[in-house]
């Protein structure tokens, strides 16, 4: 079993709608979860980090963790085409492990 | 400031070569990673350093060797090519404990033919 499972897309939404993004892991030395968002032929770059369950906001976006079911969420309101991107779940214990993304379009 | 700084950007291998990929960073960070991501597979981790002189292993360490000679640099070998190894690489750093967030340099893409 992977460390890992990240929900794998692609998805397709219109401008406007609520993206929700989806991890489990199975490893429960994590502490520390993130997001990274990736565009194209770029380097990923953190959106969101939390250590705790529970919801964290920030803006348009929302992380959502689960500790007890070693489920995260993050979810995207109103979202724009320039949230087009690749989104990876990311797991912290004494490396740094990530699912293998979901790629999001956003039509306009 | 320059952050995560990959060299080359871009590399043809034939099978049986060999090359190094260097990373360096100049925001003083203790973790050093190195990625690679494939289609459909996302990040996977080859090799890590937690601070200057030291190296591990991660997901997919076969065919790679690595260094970390100096605290700003980290370079990823490989001694001897394979198609496999077709990828997109991608070096990380953070520190200066785990729970920061990591900075990613832009890539290199390497084929191998």
């Known amino acids: 079993q992977k460390e890992v499972e990240q929900d794998p897309g692609p998805l397709s939404v219109p401008e406007g709608a609520i993206v929700s993004l989806n991890c489990t892991y199975s490893n429960s030395a994590f502490q520390y979860f993130m997001w990274y968002r990736q565009y194209s032929r770029k380097g990923p770059e953190l959106l969101m980090y939390t250590y705790s369950s529970g919801n964290k906001e920030d803006g348009r976006f929302t992380a959502q963790v689960d500790k007890s079911s070693k489920y995260i969420s993050l979810f995207i309101r109103d979202s724009q085409p320039s949230d087009s991107a690749t989104y990876l779940c990311a797991f912290n214990d004494y490396k740094l492990s990530f699912g293998a993304g979901t790629t999001v379009t956003v039509r306009a | 400031n320059a952050g995560v700084t990959q060299t080359p950007k871009f590399r043809v291998l034939k099978t049986g070569q060999s090359m190094t990929l260097l990373c360096a960073q100049d925001?003083?960070?203790?973790?050093m990673y190195w990625y690679r991501q494939d289609p459909g597979m996302g990040l996977r981790l080859i090799h890590y350093?937690?601070?200057?002189?030291?190296?591990a292993k991660g997901e997919v360490p076969d065919g790679y060797n690595v260094s970390r000679l100096k605290k700003q640099n980290f370079l990823l070998g490989l001694e001897s090519a394979a198609p496999s190894q077709t990828s997109v690489y991608f070096c990380a750093s953070s520190g200066p404990v785990r729970d920061t967030e990591a900075f990613f340099g832009q890539g290199t893409r390497l084929t191998v033919v």
């Open positions: 925001m003083n960070h203790e973790y």
């Open positions: 350093s937690v601070g200057e002189g030291t190296t």
